[in-house]
């Protein structure tokens, strides 16, 4: 599959990008695909499967009769519809997927300044106080947070708070009304500010996870433990496909140890490179030219409350290589 983060397909049923015989609304197809997929991950917290989600319903669109897509008026919002409620559907199933998940289950990381394209309908009428920065929807944060919502909550959360859909066509995705979509939005920014997720500034975070950096590197566990907060979590997803800890670790000190015995196992030829993660400052470890973890943090009150090791080498398929803006 190709990767969509940078580029579209080149060939959409049949017809070849920039090609003789091309269909008329191609273009505009190819041109929602970004904001599809910014959607789809947002919704599934997973590259490969949003990648999917856009690809199903590319499909579905062309498999309509082209009488029956020329009445479309806005085949951009056609087709938001569909992948939504792919996601719906998929959201729901994930759910049974991930108890059989070895060990804890972390969002797909993305490497680099991902561009986050537009809001899908111009506000919608949000109140600002509830609107959700594109920014803050991609961080590894935030991601967590969406996973402890119900499809429902997650599908409405996204559409409204985030992209600026009214309810009444959330309503149409999720198949509520306009009020019960609104119900499920409060219930969601519940979530949200229970989990105090906020946004920190990306100066301000690089220069603790540089500290950071330097601390692990030199084994220095008094400094690790200063940068972090005393109810620190670290959290790690191999997949059962990858070494490392299985339960989280919750504390500083403890947190502090579990690192510098990961700076004692570093092999050699193992780097530890400063790196956007969900554009966000992270970390990641390369091995060979090869990203084989990538760690992402959460900053408050200048120290680190939650760091979020991924391993499982599925999720890291899109770091290996350079990446715009890392």
């Given at each position: 599959?190709?990767?969509s983060?940078?580029?579209?397909?080149?060939?959409?049923?049949?017809?070849?990008?920039?090609?003789?015989?091309?269909e008329?609304?191609?273009?505009?197809?190819?041109?929602?695909?970004?904001?599809?997929?910014?959607?789809?991950?947002?919704?599934?917290?997973?590259?490969?499967?949003?990648?999917?989600?856009?690809?199903?319903?590319i499909?579905?669109?062309?498999?309509?009769?082209?009488?029956e897509?020329?009445?479309?008026?806005?085949?951009?919002?056609?087709?938001?519809?569909?992948?939504?409620?792919?996601?719906?559907?998929?959201?729901?199933?994930?759910?049974?997927?991930r108890?059989?998940?070895?060990g804890?289950?972390?969002?797909?990381?993305?490497?680099?300044?991902?561009?986050?394209?537009?809001?899908?309908?111009?506000?919608?009428?949000?109140?600002?106080?509830?609107?959700?920065?594109?920014?803050?929807?991609?961080?590894m944060?935030?991601?967590?947070?969406?996973?402890?919502?119900?499809?429902?909550?997650?599908?409405?959360?996204?559409?409204h708070?985030?992209?600026?859909?009214?309810?009444?066509?959330?309503?149409?995705v999720?198949?509520?009304?306009?009020?019960?979509?609104?119900?499920?939005?409060?219930?969601?920014?519940?979530?949200?500010?229970?989990?105090?997720?906020?946004?920190?500034a990306?100066?301000?975070?690089?220069?603790?996870?540089?500290?950071?950096?330097?601390?692990?590197?030199?084994?220095?566990?008094d400094?690790?433990?200063?940068?972090?907060?005393?109810?620190?979590?670290?959290?790690?997803?191999?997949?059962?496909?990858?070494?490392?800890?299985?339960?989280?670790?919750?504390?500083?000190?403890?947190?502090?140890?579990?690192?510098?015995?990961?700076?004692?196992?570093?092999?050699?030829?193992?780097?530890?490179?400063?790196?956007?993660?969900?554009?966000?400052?992270?970390?990641?470890?390369?091995?060979?030219?090869?990203t084989?973890?990538?760690?992402?943090?959460?900053?408050?009150?200048?120290?680190?409350?939650?760091?979020?090791?991924?391993?499982?080498?599925?999720?890291l398929?899109?770091?290996?290589?350079?990446?715009?803006?890392?």
């Amino acid at each position: 599959m190709v990767n969509s983060w940078s580029k579209p397909d080149k060939e959409v049923d049949g017809e070849m990008e920039g090609g003789a015989g091309r269909e008329p609304g191609l273009d505009q197809v190819l041109a929602e695909r970004r904001q599809l997929i910014n959607v789809a991950y947002r919704m599934l917290g997973s590259a490969t499967e949003a990648e999917d989600a856009v690809q199903e319903a590319i499909a579905r669109w062309y498999a309509l009769p082209v009488a029956e897509r020329e009445q479309i008026a806005s085949p951009g919002a056609w087709l938001t519809t569909v992948v939504s409620r792919i996601c719906l559907n998929l959201l729901g199933s994930a759910r049974v997927r991930r108890e059989a998940y070895v060990g804890e289950w972390i969002p797909e990381p993305l490497p680099g300044s991902i561009e986050q394209g537009v809001g899908g309908a111009g506000g919608g009428g949000v109140d600002p106080a509830d609107r959700v920065t594109l920014d803050e929807s991609i961080s590894m944060a935030f991601l967590v947070v969406l996973e402890t919502m119900t499809p429902a909550e997650r599908v409405t959360f996204i559409l409204h708070d985030v992209f600026g859909y009214p309810f009444a066509e959330v309503g149409e995705v999720v198949g509520r009304s306009a009020a019960a979509c609104r119900q499920l939005a409060v219930s969601a920014r519940r979530r949200v500010r229970a989990s105090q997720v906020r946004a920190v500034a990306s100066a301000q975070q690089a220069g603790i996870v540089r500290a950071f950096k330097t601390a692990w590197e030199a084994k220095d566990i008094d400094g690790l433990v200063g940068l972090l907060d005393p109810g620190a979590t670290a959290v790690a997803d191999g997949g059962g496909r990858a070494t490392t800890f299985v339960q989280p670790i919750e504390g500083a000190e403890q947190i502090a140890q579990a690192w510098f015995a990961i700076a004692n196992r570093r092999p050699s030829d193992m780097a530890f490179i400063e790196r956007t993660v969900n554009g966000q400052p992270g970390i990641v470890a390369e091995q060979g030219g090869v990203t084989v973890t990538v760690f992402a943090f959460a900053v408050a009150d200048d120290r680190i409350t939650d760091i979020w090791v991924v391993r499982n080498p599925e999720k890291l398929r899109l770091w290996t290589g350079p990446v715009s803006g890392s």
